[in-house]
């Protein structure tokens, strides 16, 4: 098959692993439902019709010395979906790569917004993000998700740093979503919560306003003035 796949070259100069870009951009790598839309074949074959990596979002590790560091790749947009990363590191990974073409985005507005894709990502799992994008922008993003050395768009320009390696899962990494739906249903809760009391709020001005009606229905109260009623048009 083809794939949109990132390497692992090792010091010698030899490919040590590869990971493939598992999750594929509809219409621009691959064709879905090609029943229905298979007159936009067209629209791939410049991009090309890649398959999904076979081997899941894999753990690979980078050598030093006589010990290893788990990392994991997650390709491009990919970076959009957080169980990707939250799987990666729940599997062991003690950061992150993320690989990205952010060519066809021009000098416009994307290429900051899908770097903050992988922002949000290292924050979520506690994990630092090694960012490399072709024409930018590319950088080191810590576990709290600060950016370091961000190159600017179309420059070619190295980044050295260091980055911090972790062990630890955050909550997000453990509970998932999870946290979310928990999130929603006090809101909800809490909205539910809000309209009665706003209806029970109104249906008590109401039935006071009513039992003043009442009382002055049966206790009519003298006009101190006279009143005059001149007939009108509809």
Request: net charge neutral.
């Amino acid at each position: 098959g083809l794939y949109n796949r990132a390497f692992l070259i090792n010091a010698d100069g030899r490919i040590g692993d590869y990971a493939d870009k598992v999750h594929l951009v509809p219409f621009g790598e691959y064709l879905p439902m090609k029943w229905i839309f298979g007159y936009l074949d067209e629209l791939t074959a410049e991009s090309g019709a890649f398959d999904p990596g076979q081997m899941g979002h894999k753990i690979l590790r980078l050598a030093h010395g006589v010990s290893t560091t788990p990392f994991a790749v997650f390709i491009c947009y990919e970076s959009i979906f957080p169980q990707i990363a939250r799987q990666q590191t729940l599997a062991g990974a003690q950061f992150l790569i993320n690989t990205t073409n952010d060519g066809w985005f021009g000098t416009t507005s994307a290429p900051a917004q899908h770097l903050s894709m992988a922002v949000l990502r290292a924050v979520e799992n506690g994990r630092a993000v090694v960012r490399a994008a072709n024409t930018g922008i590319s950088c080191l993003i810590d576990p709290r998700g600060a950016i370091d050395q961000p190159t600017v768009l179309f420059t070619q320009t190295t980044v050295h740093g260091e980055i911090e390696l972790r062990d630890a899962l955050t909550p997000y990494t453990q509970l998932g979503d999870v946290i979310v739906v928990i999130c929603a249903l006090i809101t909800g809760i809490g909205v539910v919560l809000w309209v009665r009391r706003r209806q029970n709020r109104i249906e008590t001005e109401l039935r006071g306003a009513r039992e003043q009606l009442t009382r002055w229905a049966h206790s009519p109260v003298p006009l101190r003035h006279r009143l005059v009623l001149l007939p009108g048009y509809d």
